[in-house]
């Protein structure tokens, strides 16, 4: 079993900056990827980014490209999303996931997820 805990959340002015934090507890995690989702109100949930345990290797939503920046910390079993020059539309509930043996973009391809954390971004 994979406990994820996020945290970072909270209110930021447009342009400004914010890092997420998403520690998985309960287990080493040795899985294929964890990644970010977030649901805005009124809209489904999104893929936003997700990075390969082993290779590190990153992949963003085209919104967020350039803007948003997804890392880990292995030894930590910590993922992090660095959220640099946000918009208010980037105002929604961040979920942390994490996949187990396959799958970056999809929602059904994750098997643990964090409870969310509130991102407002503020005009």
């Known amino acids: 079993q994979v406990l994820l805990v996020e945290s970072g959340g909270g209110l930021v002015q447009a342009g400004g900056s914010l890092r997420l934090s998403c520690a998985a507890t309960?287990?080493?995690?040795?899985?294929?990827?964890m990644g970010w989702f977030r649901q805005a109100p009124g809209k489904e949930r999104e893929f936003v980014a997700a990075?390969?345990?082993?290779?590190?290797?990153?992949y963003y939503a085209a919104s967020v490209k350039g803007r948003f920046t997804i890392s880990r910390d292995n030894a930590k079993n910590t993922v992090y999303l660095q959220m640099s020059s946000p918009k208010p539309e980037d105002t929604a509930v961040y979920y942390c996931?994490?996949?187990?043996?396959?799958?970056?973009?999809?929602?059904?391809?994750?098997?643990?997820w964090g409870q969310g954390t509130q991102v407002t971004v503020s005009s």
């Open positions: 996931a994490a996949a187990l043996r396959r799958g970056l973009y999809a929602e059904a391809s994750y098997d643990y």
């Open positions: 309960g287990r080493t995690f040795s899985g294929y990827a």
């Open positions: 990075i390969k345990w082993s290779t590190g290797g990153t």
